[in-house]
């Protein structure tokens, strides 16, 4: 079946840094979903991109959706310590496919 | 609004007992509800779809036998776990979407930590 590539796995930055997210598909995909889980919590739906070259910005965070729908991207600007969690993309469908998912730590 | 219940958030129990796990919607009606399994610092597994007044659908690998899944309304999901092993420890997370079709976001319930002993 479809698997949606997610890197890097980890990644620790100190506050106020910019941290961003990649997945990426061999094949086209219909749309990709992002999801933030926190420590402990279960994941929470952030967005969902359908469009060739999709951009949405939710304050501090910017979704990107390639060209070729193939891939996508999760930038945070000016991290937060509320930003940490882990960060999931999903391709949607009769049932979610999910990345690997990118562990974001955050130092004050 | 799209709220999924779902309890126990912790359960501790002995090799061979059998676990039950309840996944609700609280304010919207689902007719497809899905299980997954997920393993400290790995992604989300999906077990198998469930699917309200008929038999669940099961991901390739997973026992159906071992994880029985009942969707007897619109608003309730279970999932037992039979005869649960030290191997069958892990994080356990339902979801659900408030529109019907594909491409739909998932709300998720809390999550089921289940240790076996």
């Known amino acids: 079946g479809q698997q949606v590539m997610q890197i890097p796995q980890y990644q620790h930055v100190q506050e106020g840094e910019d941290f961003t997210t990649y997945c990426n598909s061999s094949t086209t995909l219909s749309n990709i979903q992002w999801y933030k889980q926190r420590p402990g919590g279960h994941p929470v739906f952030l967005i969902q991109?359908?469009?060739?070259?999709e951009v949405e910005k939710q304050k501090r965070l910017t979704f990107q959706f390639g060209e070729a729908k193939k891939n996508s991207s999760l930038h945070i600007t000016a991290t937060q310590t509320t930003d940490v969690g882990t960060y999931f993309c999903?391709?949607?469908?009769?049932?979610?496919?999910f990345g690997a998912g990118t562990i974001l730590r955050v130092k004050s | 609004g799209a709220v999924v219940s779902q309890h126990p958030s912790w359960v501790i129990c002995k090799s061979g007992t059998s676990v039950k796990i309840e996944c609700r919607s609280l304010d919207f009606q689902a007719t497809t509800m899905f299980w997954y399994r997920q393993f400290p610092k790995q992604s989300l597994m999906l077990m198998a779809t469930s699917n309200e007044g008929s038999k669940a659908t099961y991901e390739q690998g997973v026992e159906k036998d071992k994880f029985l899944i009942n969707h007897a309304s619109l608003t309730l999901s279970t999932l037992t776990v039979t005869s649960a092993h030290p191997e069958d420890s892990s994080f356990y997370i339902c979801?659900?979407?408030?529109?019907?079709?594909?491409?739909?976001?998932?709300?998720f319930g809390d999550g089921t930590r289940l240790s076996i002993l």
């Open positions: 979801s659900a979407s408030v529109r019907q079709g594909s491409n739909q976001p998932q709300h």
């Open positions: 991109l359908v469009k060739s070259g």
């Open positions: 999903a391709e949607g469908g009769n049932k979610l496919v």
